[in-house]
């Protein structure tokens, strides 16, 4: 049996997404201090929390 | 996609990634203490340092020069600077005819004019700058290093290509974890590099543009300031020169607001021939980068322009920061190291993954 082929929304959507938060991070900690030095590093930190996830729940 | 676009790609992937893999993983092993420069040296260097009158009127900034230069005979004054957190004033000069770039540092404590300690790095963590910087070889390994981050730029995008063929079958982040191990440290290399792709693209592009820093600014004072002493003809000789200190005053007058960062002698790289460049810098994380230079006549003391910073010269202020991760606190930091750690996993599984591929049979 083949599986269908995913399209580009479904290969590229989490790993588009993950891209903006971390350069919204990347960018928003170097325009603002104090709480946006949390927000950025949160943004940031998506890219890992994505990690974890995946090992977390797709590992198989 | 077609599979001779899928092999070209291939292709790119593949040499990119190969020839820079030794220095991007010096890069980065380096670069993981590098992050916590600050912290590492508080640690290691334990120096209590008091100045001689807390309470007391500072030197003027043409007495500390003075004193400084009289240590150093026949030296001519190249830079000042300031520290940030105590009132010493940071002298460099040379010995015209001494050999180039033979620099004498001297840290002066304003309150009295005595030397102070000077605030420099552990020797360990020097070490790992110098080599991170330019491997010991100066600009031509700056330059090399800067070709093994464009290497990385096109190992990226071509990754960014390869990525949809591989996972046209595989929802996001799948680890087919039971498979063999090639097929295992595949899915976690696409997974690494898909999740971290942000910063790596920005930590390489902003390492690149680190790497032209040299050349940026000889170009700048080449062409931007080279304007600004088309009206001069003979140098400022050190003896004709106005008061500093009323040329960093007027200076400031100039730019309301801002931090003097340092001031640039006559004839150093910073400045022309004929100005004291007096440097500030905004106090937000974003202009605290961004070094705006006032040109002060060296012979009459007046105000000669404040010169605008070229984009470029932005550029490679903005790249500093982005690629050290040291303008968000600690918490950015420790996201720097582990996507720097993430970075060195994709790095060595890339290499797994080309020693392990099957042989074609003949």
């Known amino acids: 049996m083949s599986r269908k082929d995913l399209g580009p929304r479904a290969i590229f959507g989490v790993p588009a997404l993950v891209f903006g938060l971390s350069l919204c991070g990347l960018i928003g900690a170097l325009l603002e201090d104090g709480l946006w030095d949390w927000i950025g590093a949160a943004l940031l930190g998506s890219s890992l929390l994505a990690l974890a996830w995946a090992i977390g729940a797709r590992r198989r | 996609m077609q599979t001779r676009t899928i092999r070209a790609w291939t292709w790119v992937h593949k040499w990119s990634s190969l020839i820079s893999t030794i220095f991007l993983l010096m890069l980065c092993v380096t670069g993981l203490p590098l992050v916590f420069t600050h912290e590492i040296d508080e640690v290691l260097l334990h120096q209590q340092w008091e ?18 230069l009289s240590r150093h005979p026949g030296d001519v004054a190249v830079f000042m600077s300031f ?7 940071n002298v ?39 080599l991170h910087t330019d491997m010991f070889l100066g600009l031509p ?34 680890v087919r974890a039971s498979k063999a191990a090639r ?15 942000a910063w790596v693209l920005v930590v390489g592009l902003t390492g690149v543009v680190n790497t032209l820093a040299t050349p940026i600014i000889a170009y700048w004072k080449d062409t931007a300031l080279a304007e600004l002493t088309a009206a001069y003809d003979i140098p400022v000789a050190a003896g004709e020169r106005a008061s500093l200190d009323a040329a960093v005053k007027r200076a400031q007058a100039a730019l309301p607001g801002m931090k003097l960062q340092f001031v640039a002698f006559p004839g150093s790289t910073y400045s022309t021939d004929h ?23 060296a012979r009459t003391g007046e105000l000669a322009a404040v010169a605008s910073v070229p984009w470029y010269v932005k550029t490679l202020s903005l790249s500093q920061p982005l690629h050290f991760g040291d303008y ?4 950015l930091k420790i996201l720097w190291a582990l996507l720097d750690l993430a970075t060195i996993v994709i790095l060595i599984s890339g290499l797994y993954l080309w020693l392990a591929k099957p042989k074609k049979k003949p």
């Open chain 2, 51 to 68: 100045p001689a009158r807390s309470d007391g009127e500072k030197l003027n900034l043409d007495q500390v020069l003075e004193m400084a």
């Open chain 2, 83 to 89: 520290d940030e957190d105590r009132p010493v004033v």
């Open chain 2, 92 to 130: 460099t000069s040379i010995d015209p005819g001494g050999p180039a770039g033979a620099y004498n540092f001297q840290p002066i404590d304003q309150t009295s004019g005595e030397p102070a300690p000077p605030v420099a790095g552990h020797p360990a963590m020097e070490f790992l700058l110098q």
């Open chain 2, 141 to 174: 390994g700056m330059l090399f290093l800067g070709l093994m981050g464009l290497l990385l730029v096109a190992a990226l995008v071509s990754g960014v290509v390869l990525y949809a063929p591989f996972m046209r079958r595989l929802p996001f982040g799948t």
């Open chain 2, 183 to 197: 097929t295992r440290w595949l899915d976690y290399h696409n997974l690494l590099g898909a999740v971290t792709l």
């Open chain 2, 275 to 297: 100005h004291y460049a007096v440097f500030f810098h905004g106090d937000t994380p974003l202009t605290t980068h961004l070094t705006t230079p006032a040109l002060i006549d």
């Open chain 2, 328 to 331: 968000g606190g600690l918490p």
